[in-house]
């Protein structure tokens, strides 16, 4: 008999406790009737059994394999079978610590999707993918065939996966050299470690690395991986106090379908580091990093970031779905540049309810509430028979009898509107409800269709059936149609004869709910479906993200995912989109306009369009006048959707607008004159930004800063004319201006206008001049201003002060100028006229006998005090000082005038003409007496006492006698042009002294 063999190692040789199955147990009866009918020899029989035994073998290629959590297992087989024979059916199974039938991997719900087996002839290999801790366990391979029963190796294959985990060795802690070790739980095949620190790449090397501990950039946040596989340890810190680090509690996760969880993890930093952003994600493109999954249209506002402590870093995903099952980690970033990486994230499974049956003995039946991936938090399953809670069961598997019988469904506590489907238990027809769908997303406004298909037991009709929403405990459920909500909204329709659907039209958010299909029979039975239909009704909605510069990214999202994967359409500016059939779109800045989106059959329903902002406006608040010190607020509004981000504020300024605030509102209290102007907002939003039109800000106030000017700057000169002009700043503008002129007693008010002029000014008019401005609000004053009046000298004069001891005579010359003069004196001699002194006085000894005059000089003229003049050939005096003389002769005389002054009172000098000095005996002179400048005044009581003022005219006669007391006047005879111009002597004004005092006679010379 020809027989397969295999190539491998020897194989493990099935025995009667490596199956049991019956028919193997029955060849080996029949084997032994045989030998007892036909008296075969032992020897016969023994070699007959051999014989049979070499047929079938099972080899497996290694009794033991470790490998790292989320690789991929491979482990191949070969095996035997007679020539002739065929195999039917071969499987690779999980040998089970308990009793029961193995299951076939590839039907066990918890290697959905991860299992994978190759067949060749005499050979096959069992993949299992993205491998897990609970995946540890024995495997083993076997096959059936026409003539036997089911053949599989003595023994099978041990897979123990592995996590891993990075140790300091403890030997080596405080030493220069620090090893750092990744370890395993099991030897692991495959050789070659990746190593990270602060979750970089660091290096790739053997399972152990060795860090300098003196070199701060040993310092870090350590972990390894088997190279060429994804799964990371978590980071340990080796050589620093503070590390960076992402933890995971836990790492996994299973969750049920439409239900919600939290993935958490906590994060940690060195200290001077400043957490400036964190996302979560699965998807990660090389060069553009990962995109947070809250941008992803498939988590479109299903998940939230949520955080109860600083460093917390929890994810919520709500209303989960098969295509969740993921790997999500957490990255943050912080300043300056800095990133981390929480590897290797939290892998999560989503998993429905599902009840599988399985024979035990006769009469019994297990069921069991499967998932494809270990529920977390070791959940209390419910039981449920014909809809009917099962009260005494909380396990995960339920023993039936065939007394039982009956449609069976599960559920977790916590969790029991998601009940599994049901199954039919010990009858081919049950009590039972099946939806096509548990769940169903529908756009408002459009119709939808929910089916169900009931069956029950023989020998029962069906007397009612309907929909219902709304349950209350002892109250039987209203049939929806009868609900005032749905009038005309809803209706039946059965198209065989256990399906009844039902159509809700014209769809609202209100009718998103869990319907429900109950049926009556006769004999009281009755049926609700568990766990119904649940409707989510939604809207579509454009969301706007960032891609890239000058890119953004369109989405076209809904609360719940649309049923029949739809086709969506997109417009702009209300016209279709026509090469874009999917929810995303991409649009440069280029294209920037109003985008919607609808879906294919629904074209009506479009979603509210998205644009960047527009109609941009700002105001003042509150409307009307603003007064200084008034408080206002500028605020602006826009349309745009998605709605404004950031609002900003403008000052517009002739060199380059001044930023204000980025808030929606500006507020300004105490407001100012400064603060008036033009005033502009912008509006932000993902799609652009829009700048309202300026409004002008216009404060009110009283006049200030009033200020009052000469015109033309500059000098002013005696005879010109000038112009007073007033400004002031005021808002509204000043309504009336007025001058005053500053006195001592009152100011006097000189006109009502801006301007104030004056023609052929004077010196009277100098003085302080200033103006006031009014409006509504208020008035002000401006500073006075001085109008100085500038003039040549004139009333030049000359005062004669003699000494005390009387051989000293001093000459004062004095005018009215602005500005002041300056003086030259003057002495007429025989050889001519020589220059003897500057200044106002001149101090001559009785020796220095003679003729002299002044002269005073600014810049606008000059004026001269002369001592004689020559017209037309006669030789008038105008002005004699003089009185001193210097002869010998007089010396008695002088002793005689002071002995007599003592007696008499002051003495007058003597003032001569040129030509008396030469012809007269006697002086002409005047004892002097106090007057007024004005002859025909009479002098003031005050005066009296000592002589101030004369007028001293001369004679050009010799011979006429003056009189030694008067008021001195020429003859009626003498024309004007013959007497003398100037004679008014201004004296000092006397001070009250003691009647012994001596005093000089002070004689003044004036030019008038």
């Known amino acids: 008999m020809r027989k397969e063999t295999s190539e491998c190692v020897p194989s493990f040789h099935f025995s009667a406790n490596n199956t049991t199955d019956k028919s193997l147990l029955k060849e080996r009866g029949d084997a032994a009737m045989l030998m007892r009918k036909i008296h075969f020899s032992p020897a016969v029989i023994l070699m007959l059994l051999a014989g049979v035994q070499a047929q ?46 193995p299951r076939d991997l590839k039907k066990d719900q918890e290697y959905l999707k991860r299992v994978f087996v190759s067949t060749q002839e005499s050979g096959s ?58 370890s395993s739980t099991c030897r692991l095949n495959r050789h070659g470690f990746s190593w990270y620190r602060n979750g970089n790449y660091q290096y790739r090397n053997n399972d152990y690395i060795v860090l300098d501990s003196t070199s701060r950039y040993s310092e870090g946040s350590y972990s390894c991986e088997v190279y060429g596989t994804k799964h990371r340890s978590p980071p340990v810190c080796v050589l620093g106090k503070e590390c960076w680090g992402v933890t995971y509690t836990p790492e996994r996760v299973c969750a049920l379908k439409d239900t919600s969880i939290d993935l958490s993890c906590s994060y940690k930093h060195p200290a001077g580091h400043t957490v400036i952003k964190s996302v979560w994600f699965i998807k990660e493109q090389v060069g553009v990093g990962p995109e947070d999954v809250r941008e992803d249209e498939e988590y479109q506002g299903r998940v939230q970031y949520t955080q109860s402590s600083q460093n917390d870093c929890s994810l919520r995903i709500t209303n989960l779905r098969e295509r969740d099952t993921q790997t999500y980690r957490f990255r943050f970033y912080t300043d300056p540049t800095g990133k981390y990486t929480g590897e290797p994230g939290v892998t999560l499974s989503v998993t429905d309810l599902k009840v599988t049956v399985s024979d035990m003995y006769s009469g019994y039946k297990k069921l069991s509430c499967i998932t494809t991936c270990t529920l977390s938090n070791n959940p209390t399953y419910i039981w449920y028979k014909n809809g009917q809670r099962v009260t005494d069961q909380y396990r995960k598997e339920l023993d039936v009898t065939s007394r039982k019988a009956g449609s069976y469904s599960c559920a977790v506590q916590g969790h029991e509107e998601l009940r599994s489907p049901a199954v039919c238990v010990f009858g081919e027809n049950c009590w039972s409800v099946t939806y096509s769908t548990q769940t169903i997303c529908a756009l408002i406004g459009s119709s939808v269709d929910m089916h169900s298909y009931y069956t029950f037991p023989k020998n029962y009709q069906v007397k009612k059936m309907f929909w219902f929403i709304k349950t209350q405990v002892g109250v039987e459920p209203e049939d929806v149609r009868e609900d005032k909500e749905y009038q005309g909204q809803v209706q039946y329709t059965q198209s065989s004869q256990n399906e009844f659907s039902l159509r809700i039209t014209n769809l609202r958010e209100r009718d998103a709910q869990t319907y429900r299909f109950r049926f009556y029979t006769d004999s009281t039975g009755k049926y609700t479906g568990e766990p119904g239909v649940t409707l989510s009704v939604t809207g579509l909605q454009v969301t706007v993200s960032d891609m890239y510069s000058g890119y953004k ?30 929810n995303e779109l991409y649009v440069s800045s280029e294209d920037a306009g109003s985008y919607s989106c609808a879906v294919r059959g629904h074209e009506a329903l479009c979603s509210p369009a998205v644009y960047p902002p527009k109609n ?3 105001v003042v608040l509150p409307s009307g006048d603003t007064v200084e010190g008034a408080s206002v607020t500028l605020s602006c509004s826009s349309d745009a959707n998605p709605p404004v981000l950031t609002y900003s504020w403008f000052k517009k300024s002739a060199a380059a607008d001044t930023r204000l605030t980025t808030s929606q509102n500006y507020s ?72 005053f002129k500053k006195s001592a007693a009152a100011d006097t008010l000189l006109t009502t206008g801006q301007n104030y002029s004056i023609s052929n000014i004077s010196s009277q008019d100098s003085g302080l001049y200033y103006c006031t401005a009014d409006n509504q609000l208020g008035h002000h004053n401006s500073t006075p201003t001085h109008l100085d009046v500038l003039y040549p000298p004139r009333n030049l004069s000359v005062t004669i002060i003699p000494s005390v001891s009387g051989d000293m005579v001093t000459l004062l010359c004095r005018s009215d100028s602005n500005p002041n003069s300056s003086y030259t004196w003057y002495k007429k001699t025989n050889e001519g006229v020589i220059l ?36 037309s050939g006669i030789r008038a005096v105008k002005y004699v000082a003089s009185g001193v003389t210097v002869a010998l002769v007089l010396s008695l005389l002088i002793i005689a005038v002071i002995l007599w002054m003592k007696r008499k009172g002051p003495v007058a000098f003597t003032v001569r003409s040129e030509e008396n000095s030469k012809n007269d005996s006697a002086p002409v002179y005047s004892n002097i007496s106090a007057m007024t400048s004005d002859p025909t005044q009479t002098a003031s009581s005050e ?16 011979t006429q006698e003056v009189p030694l007391y008067s008021t001195v ?8 042009e013959q007497e003398v111009e100037y004679a008014t002597v201004n004296l000092d004004k006397s001070r009250a002294v003691p009647e012994d005092q001596i005093y000089s006679n002070l004689s003044t010379i004036s030019n008038s």
């Open 56 to 101: 079938h073998s099972v080899t497996l290629s290694s009794q033991s394999l470790c490998f790292v959590i989320g690789s991929t297992v491979k482990i191949p087989c070969r095996f035997t079978k007679p020539y002739h024979s065929t195999v039917t059916e071969r499987e690779w199974y999980r040998v089970q610590s308990s009793e029961g039938e």
């Open 125 to 182: 290999e069992l993949t299992v993918t993205n491998v897990r801790v609970s995946d540890s366990g024995v495997y083993n391979f076997r096959f059936k065939t026409q003539s036997s029963g089911w053949i599989s190796a003595s023994s099978g294959v041990q897979l123990t996966v592995t996590d891993l985990q990075v140790n300091v060795d403890p030997n080596t802690v405080g030493q220069r050299e620090v090893k750092v070790t990744c």
């Open 553 to 582: 990214k369109l989405n076209c999202i809904t609360t719940c995912t649309l049923s029949n994967n739809p086709t969506y359409i997109w417009y702009k500016n209300g016209q279709r989109v026509t090469d874009q059939y999917r």
């Open 616 to 618: 941009t406006s700002a």
């Open 668 to 739: 300004i209290s105490n407001i100012s004159s400064q603060d008036s102007g033009l005033y502009y907002c912008t509006a932000d939003n993902q799609l652009g930004h829009h700048n309202s039109t300026p409004t002008h800000l216009d404060v009110l106030y009283s006049p200030k800063h009033t200020r009052a000017v000469v015109l033309p700057s500059g000098d002013t000169v005696e005879g010109a004319s000038v112009t007073l002009s007033c400004s002031s700043d005021a808002n509204p503008p000043v309504s009336n201006y007025t001058w």
């Open 836 to 871: 003897v002194g500057n200044g106002t006085s001149l101090t001559l000894s009785s020796r220095e006998d003679g003729f002299y005059h002044c002269t005073a000089e600014n810049a606008f003229g000059k004026s001269s005090l002369e001592l004689w003049e020559n017209k």
């Open 943 to 958: 005066d009296q006492d000592t002589v101030q003022y004369s007028n001293v005219f001369f004679r050009h006669s010799h």
């Open 969 to 976: 006047q020429l003859p009626k005879s003498l024309s004007e």
